[in-house]
Each structure stands twice: as structure tokens, then as C-alpha cells.
């Protein structure tokens, strides 16, 4: 079992930027094998993968935020992070760090609906115009 707990969210003007963290802890001794990432959900939208490090370690983003967001992570503090720039209203959402293992760890990513690793509880980054 892996537990997440995501910190860094809160409330930004357009054009600024939040640095989102998520702490990994239980059984993390494989943690650098597993594929991590960031999903995001608004009210009322389905929950989607905006960054993601795959199963080689290759970084992945969604349109949406490519250019603008930074994923990175610390493997030996089992810490993934998120830098999010030149923020934009529609960037509003509960962001969820999401961790997975196995072979094809990163299929839940590209596939949200068949996600079946572990989440974060969550947290709120909310961003006026």
C-alpha cells in the first residue's frame, strides 16, 4: 500500500504561478519504479491525467497544460512535484496525485477511466481572472 498526500494548493490570479507536492509513504521502497503523476478534476468534468512520468521515466503532459506545467520528482524522498505557471481561470480544479506499478503503469494515465492505482485525497487550486 502507498499513501499520498498532496500540498501546495490554494487560490492564484491569472498569470501566476503554484508549486502542488505530494509526499508518498507506506510501502515506497519500489516507489522509483512506479509511473506517478497529476490528474485534475473540475465540478461537473471528467477526471483527466495532465502530467505523468511513464513506465521509462518519460514525462508525458496534456495539451492543455504542455508549456506551461513542470512535473518532476525525488525518487529517494518519495516526492513527486508540479510547477504550474501563467495559470489560467480554466485551470481551476481538485488536483489528485495518482501513483501506479507494473508493466504498463502508466495505461490508467492516458486511460483515467481504467485507473486502478493509488490516489491523493486531493486538493484545490482555484485561479480568478
Known amino acids: 500500500q502507498v499513501q499520498l498526500v498532496e500540498s501546495g494548493g490554494g487560490a492564484v490570479q491569472a498569470g501566476g504561478s503554484l508549486r502542488l507536492s505530494c509526499a508518498a509513504s507506506?510501502?515506497?521502497?519500489?516507489?522509483?519504479?512506479?509511473?506517478m503523476g497529476w490528474f485534475r478534476q473540475a465540478p461537473g468534468k471528467e477526471r483527466e491525467a495532465i502530467a505523468w512520468?511513464?513506465?521509462?521515466?518519460?514525462?508525458n503532459y496534456a495539451e492543455s497544460v504542455k508549456g506551461r506545467f513542470t512535473i518532476s520528482r525525488d525518487n529517494g524522498k518519495g516526492a513527486l512535484y508540479l510547477q504550474m505557471n501563467s495559470l489560467k481561470p480554466s485551470d481551476s480544479s481538485m488536483y489528485y496525485c495518482?501513483?501506479?506499478?507494473?508493466?504498463?503503469?502508466?495505461?490508467?494515465?492516458?486511460?483515467?477511466?481504467?485507473?486502478?492505482?493509488?490516489w491523493g485525497q486531493g486538493i484545490q487550486v482555484t485561479v480568478s481572472s
Open positions: 495518482a501513483a501506479d506499478h507494473g508493466y504498463d503503469c502508466d495505461s490508467g494515465f492516458v486511460r483515467p477511466d481504467i485507473f486502478a492505482g493509488y
Open positions: 507506506g510501502n515506497t521502497v519500489s516507489i522509483s519504479t512506479y509511473c
Open positions: 512520468f511513464d513506465p521509462d521515466g518519460r514525462v
